[in-house]
C-alpha cells in the first residue's frame, strides 16, 4: 500500500510579492533609494523564496520498487507473462511452486518467493522428478524463485526479477519432510575444497554432475550458473568427455554459487515484453576462460583505494517497464479513503495506482 503515497503532489507555494514586502521595510530603513529599494526587494523575495527551495528538497525520493513488490503477498490474476530483463522486470500471473512435491521441498518459506512463470515452476518439478528417477538424486531443496509478481527484492538477488531464475540447493533432500522451521534455518552445504578452486570430495558426488547435465540439458534452459570450482569439477568429468556435450556451454561460471545453481530459462512464448538474454556461445567454456575464473578466485580483485563508491540508488518503479505498474496494482484494495462501492470497481482502482 505504501505505492499510493508516492503519489503525492507538489505544495503550491505562495509568497507575498517581493516588492509589496520590500517595501513594508523602507520606512524602518529610512532613506533608501530606489536602487536600493530594487535591492532590498529582491533580498525580501530571496528570503521569501528560500524556505520554498529547502522544502523542494525534502521531497521524498520515490518509493523502491523493491519495497512495492515486496509487499506484495499474492500473484497478479493476469495471464502468464514475464515482463523486462531478468534483473529489471517484473511477473504477471505467476504459479507457486508447491512447497512439497514428489520430489522436492521449497527452503525458506518465510521469504515467499516460491513463485514463478508456469513454465519454470514445470521445468523444476520436472527436473526434481527426473533427476530422482534417472540420477541417483534424491529429491531438490528448491530456494529463491520470485516474489508473487516478481520485481527487485529488499535482500539478495539482483535477478529473479520476472520468474525466469530459480535457485537449487546442492545439497540433497533428506528423505523425509522438513518442518518449516527446519526449512528456515537448515543451512546448505558448501561444495568447495579448502583451495576453493576444488571441490570437496566429501561431498561432490557424480550425481551432481548428472542432476547438472540434466538441467543444462532441458531447452528452454539457458544458462545454469555455478561456482568456478564447480564448473572445473563438471569440465573434467567424463559427461563432459562423451561425444554430446552441447550442455556443457549453458554451465556458466559466476562468483558465489557453491551452495547452490541457479537455474535461468529463456523468455517463453506470450511474453511479447520479456527481454532475451544473449544466449551462450558454443565454447564448453572450460579453457581459456575456465582458467581466467580460476585466477581471479586464487587472487580476488582488490577494492580500489579511497572511500567506497556511493550506493546505486534503488531501482524505482518508473524505472520498470510500463506495464509493471498494472502488475503491481492488478487486485490490490485500492487507498482507504475509497468508499466500499468504489472499491468494488476495477476502474477506480486502476487509476489510482497506475500513476
Ligand atoms: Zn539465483
Redo the contacts with the bound molecule.
Sequence with gaps: MRYFNTIAALACLTGIPALVAAQGAIPVLGQATSTETIQIAKKADAKKKAPSKAKAAKQPPPTPAKQLFGAAKSPAAMAARSIGFYAKGCLAGAKALPIDGPAWQAMRLSRNRNWGHPELIALVEKLAVEAKAHDGWPGLLVG?ISQPRGGPMLTG?A??QVGL?A?VWLTPMPNRRLSEKEREELSATSMLAADRVSVNPDVWTDAHVRLLKRVASYKQVERV?VHPAIKKAICTSAAAKQPDHAWLSKIRPIWGHYY?F?IRIACPKGSANCQAQPSVGPEDGCGAELDRWLALIKNPPKPAPGPPAPEKAPITLAQLPPDCGSVLASGQPPPAKETPAKQAAPAAKKATVTK
Aim: charged residues 35%.
Design positions: 529463491d538477488h535477478s529473479h531464475d535457485d550458473l547452490h541457479h
